[in-house]
């Protein structure tokens, strides 16, 4: 008994010693070829791994060729350095240097290299043959038996443009990561072949639905190759597992700020990646002139393509000088009431404002249900308010029975930032029970708190939902005139999007 005890024992701590052999780090960071940008590395090199290693991504990317004699070879280009790799004997490679005195890696050297440490995956990308699909897929197998005999299998996944040698993979190591490059397969197709995920451009994720899809088959999500801030964050924000980048310090830095790693989980977007009018199931329009209550001198158009336009990322709301009914200007005022409301959360829209005096553009929210009585008793949220006598300034404001403009009363507060019209700015709120907080480009600038005296100074405890509008003139925005050579005037908007907790 003893003795069948002792054995029991032994396995159990061999096989928690061996659950525990690896760590691998948890982060969608991929270092595209190796981490080799900020340090001028070498692309596809031994340095460039080990960076990526140092820097804590969870995979480094590279990419395998095969040698006219059958060695298989490390980089991006079908070319080294002026020779063919397919053509050439690994010999004459060998003739060649990198910029930091490396040669040409070898898969076996770069494989042995990436098992000294056991918390950066290895992703290899098998390159398409130039000179034959047989080719390829003889490359393939090869790829295989190199991780298998040197023991690398659990440190290495795999990810190429041609889905054959995806399949191929499969077939050799059926419990292998693979992901599929090019962007024209289906997520439906990929799950049947028993690929376990799609690694495609970042724009093919940008088509409504995709990472929703893949998820719900059970697909993982990578994108390449994203270097630029607005396309990590909107990766970030989708939690997509993984993002290939050039720039891995960069996104490292951008996963710290991005409202998912606050505990956000997003609840609503739109991107605006569609062209035309903005889309039905999420926009409806409020119509009409008659001042709106603050005097406004626009005619808010019906989804009218002069004043509202999605393009090239874009929702552009424009005001312009043209008549209608008994009014000198059109523009649009967009909102999502009935289409998506809300209470609590994080608003946060990113938007170019348009630049003139007379403008009054805004991003703001009201009660769905005006549970409390019409306005103000019911309360309303102006995540960003700007008029174009007051250059460079935006206000945060929330307007409630006690709080309100109409006595004099509002709360909120300006705030100068740098150039509002030509460069795109953050403007969000956080909205707990307890308090509201403002921001703009995540630096909080203003917060009102719950006094907890009931409705009349705390209305927001019921579904709001959200308006984009360019007004023109009014009892703010008109307080000095309007210029009408300022006209057409346009705001940007390049995403809205909703988290909660």
């Known amino acids: 008994m003893k003795r069948a005890l002792i054995s029991a024992c032994m396995v159990f701590m061999f096989t928690s010693a061996f659950a525990q052999k690896f760590n691998w780090n948890k982060n969608q960071v991929i270092a595209h070829r ?15 791994l080990k960076e990526a290693v140092r820097l804590g991504c969870y995979g480094s990317e590279f990419d395998v060729w095969m040698t006219a004699d059958h060695v298989l070879v490390i980089n991006h280009d079908p070319e080294f350095q ?21 040669k040409i890696p070898t898969l076996e050297a770069y494989l042995l290299e990436g098992k000294k440490q056991k918390t950066t995956k290895l992703i290899l990308e098998i390159k398409p043959s130039l000179i034959s699909k047989e080719r390829g897929i003889e490359v393939t197998n090869k790829c295989i038996e190199m991780v298998q005999k040197l023991k690398a299998v659990e440190w290495t996944e795999y990810i190429s443009f041609d889905y ?9 190591l059926p419990k292998a990561k693979v992901a599929y490059l090019k962007g024209d397969i289906s997520a439906e197709q990929m799950k049947a072949d028993k690929l376990t995920g799609a690694d495609y451009h970042y724009s093919v994720y940008q088509k409504d639905n995709w990472i929703e899809n ?16 607005p396309e990590m964050q909107w990766l970030l924000a989708h939690q997509v597992e993984y993002i290939t980048t050039n720039e891995p310090e960069l996104l490292f830095e951008e996963i710290k700020k991005t409202p998912v790693a606050q505990g956000w989980k997003l609840k609503w977007a739109d991107e605006f990646n569609d062209a035309g009018l903005p889309l039905t199931k999420n926009w409806s329009y409020d119509v009409g002139g008659k001042g709106w209550g603050n005097k406004e001198l626009q005619y808010y158009t019906d989804a009218d393509s002069a004043n509202v336009l999605v393009k090239k990322g874009n929702l552009n709301i424009t005001a312009i ?29 990113r938007a170019m404002l348009p630049k003139g005096r007379g403008l009054w553009p805004a991003i703001w929210a009201l009660p769905t249900d005006f549970k409390y009585g019409n306005w103000p ?11 174009g006598y007051d250059p460079d300034s935006v206000h945060g404001t929330v307007h409630t ?20 019209y030509t460069e795109y700015h953050v403007y969000a709120i956080e909205w707990f029970a307890d308090r509201i907080d403002f921001f703009v480009d995540d630096q909080k600038y203003f917060t009102f708190n719950n006094t907890k005296k009931g409705s009349g100074d705390w209305p927001f405890d019921q579904n709001f939902h959200l308006i984009l509008n360019v007004a023109v003139g009014g009892g703010w925005g008109g307080k000095k005139g309007v210029d009408d050579t300022i006209f057409p005037a346009t705001m940007k908007v390049d995403y809205v999007r909703v988290f909660q907790k």
């Open 164 to 172: 054959d040698y995806c399949k191929r993979i499969l077939a050799l």
């Open 401 to 420: 029975e006690k709080f309100n403009h109409v006595i004099k009363t509002q709360v909120g507060k300006a705030l100068k930032i740098d150039n509002p």
């Open 377 to 387: 008793k019911s309360g309303e949220i102006d995540i960003m308010e700007h008029v």
């Open 214 to 229: 893949a998820k719900k088959l059970g697909l993982t999500v990578n994108a390449w190759t994203v270097n630029t801030v």
């Open 321 to 349: 000088k043209a008549d209608k009914e008994a009014n000198q200007y059109t523009s649009a005022r967009l909102v999502t009431k009935n289409k998506f409301d809300f209470k609590y959360g994080r608003v946060e829209v």
């Open 34 to 48: 190796g981490a080799w940008k900020k340090n001028n590395f070498p692309q596809n090199s031994i340095a460039s």
């Open 82 to 102: 002026g020779l063919t790799i397919e053509k050439v004997n690994y010999a004459e490679l060998l003739t060649k240097t990198m910029t930091n005195g490396e």
